[in-house]
Structure formats: C-alpha cells, structure tokens
C-alpha cells in the first residue's frame, strides 16, 4: 500500500497525467485507504492493516517514524482552509478522527477512538470526545515500552 502510494505520489510531482490517478484508485479499491498523491507521508511512517479504512486530507503532511492505526481520518472542518499536520514520531490510535488545522506533536498519542479538534503537544496523550490531554511529557515510545 504504502510503496504504491510512494510511486503515485512521485509520478504526480513528474506531472505525469493520468497514471497517478488511476494508481490511487487502485490503493483505494485493494486496500480500501483514500491517500491522495499531495499528501507529505515521511519515512519510516506506518499504516495499520494496510491502512484499511485510512482516509487523508489532499495537503495533510505526516512526519517521519508516525503510526497510523486502521479507521483513521485526518481531515479538514468546515470553513477551515488549514489541514492537519502530524509530526514526527506521533502515534494514532485506530478509529482516532484528527480534523481541522491542528498538529499533533511530536511523540505525541491519540487514544483510540478520540477525536481530536484542538492541538495536542509534543510528548502528549489525548483521549476521549472530543479529545483531552490526559498525561504529558515522555515521548508515545517511551509510554508505549512502560
């Protein structure tokens, strides 16, 4: 899923026409993951299950080292021109819905099922609807390994 994403997306920025497009739709059919070719996805970044269920904004940017769980929507609000960013390192829980002009910080958390409408900082767990911060400090890696 992910390399398919990598040669679209690169194809897109050769500006080559229509073959970036029909590559999406295949992501988007054998995995079932809306992954626009203008979305940033940094390296090492992984999709859960594939990205089954993953919806992206088209100018959302995802960092280096992420983790994406399945059923998760990064997304844009009404009215708000700015998309999410999630930084390096981040950890999204799945079915976590991350919508309008935020950023998730680095080695920041997203509990399960949050949805998150506000920024969370770096080293940060949020949780619940809508999402708050329920613990600081530490990186997702470290509060993972406890």
Sequence with gaps: MIQLYRLYAWLHRLGIPLLPRFLYMVNRIAF???????????????FAYQGLGVVVHARSVIGDDVYIGPQVIIGGRSGEPAVPVIEDGAF????????????????ASVAAGAVVIADVPAGA??????????????????????
Excluded at 92 to 107: H, N, S
Excluded at 125 to 146: E, H, L, N, S, Y
């Design 32 to 46: 079932s993951v809306a992954l626009p070719p203008t979305v940033k996805v940094g390296a090492r970044t992984t």
């Design 92 to 107: 999204l829980g799945a079915g976590a819905r991350i919508l309008g002009p935020i950023t998730i910080g680095k080695g």
């Design 125 to 146: 767990t949020a949780a619940g609807v809508p999402a708050r911060i329920i613990k600081t400090g530490g990186t997702a890696a470290q509060d993972r390994a406890a």
